[in-house]
């Protein structure tokens, strides 16, 4: 069974710090992993993904994120936060064309 | 790239009534996609539209209360029936297509958000 885990509800940062929001994976196959973000009152807006190749996957607005096979883990990042970041965040597994998002975490970035 | 388009956009309704979803999408694409996202939840697939099929439900979601109609690659319908305050949600249509860096994406409609007394 393919599922995904974001073991944070809410992530507090301040303005100009790093942020990492976290997730984790369960899926059958190689991994289609995505990122997306859903401001207040709008859809959600897609981040970045990681299919194959680099690890390391940069992705809108200046976010990246980390595939580790390892530790089956798809941890979103960025070197330094923004108050406009602040928003909720899901973390997507997709496969045989369903996507299996986790929970999502609020991210809160504080001036 | 993939424009959805839904509407309501957002509605109230009373309790045992229905209410049906329009989502335009301004490319043809293969399959469409209804979710759910209840207040405070992450998003939980309710069915799979293919157009000249009927439409393929997840667990815990059957057609008699969320209807879907395909008649066509840019067009879909979810209807809510005999509705309670438990579905209120937010509802999302999504498609597939290509993105900007190139493969495949999942694209979503703004929603539309449901709140049933």
């Known amino acids: 069974a393919q599922s995904v885990a974001q073991p944070e509800d809410q992530v507090n940062v301040a303005e100009g710090n790093p942020l990492t929001v976290k997730c984790t994976y369960s899926?059958?196959?190689?991994?289609?992993l995505f990122w997306y973000v859903q401001y207040p009152n709008r859809g959600l807006q897609f981040l970045l993904k990681y299919i194959t190749g680099d690890n390391l996957v940069k992705g809108s607005y200046g976010f990246e994120a980390e595939f580790n096979k390892s530790q089956t883990s798809f941890h979103l990042k960025k070197p330094s936060a923004l108050v406009s970041d602040s928003a909720l965040y899901f973390c997507a597994v997709r496969n045989f064309n369903k996507f299996y998002f986790g929970s999502g975490t609020k991210l809160n970035v504080k001036p | 790239s993939a424009v959805i388009s839904q509407k309501p956009s957002r509605d109230i309704c009373q309790r045992g009534t229905s209410l049906t979803i329009q989502c335009q999408v301004d490319s043809q694409v293969t399959m469409m996609f209804w979710y759910r996202q209840q207040p405070g939840q992450s998003l939980t697939l309710i069915a799979t539209a293919n157009q000249g099929s009927e439409a393929t439900y997840e667990s815990g979601f059957v057609i008699d209360k969320f209807p879907i109609s395909r008649p066509n690659l840019t067009f879909s319908t979810l209807t809510v029936s005999n509705m309670s305050p438990e579905d209120s949600s937010i509802y999302l249509c999504?498609?597939?297509?290509?993105?900007?860096?190139?493969?495949?994406?999942?694209?979503f409609g703004p929603g539309t958000r449901l709140t049933v007394l």
């Open positions: 999504s498609v597939e297509g290509l993105g900007l860096a190139g493969g495949v994406e999942q694209f």
């Open positions: 899926v059958s196959g190689n991994p289609y």
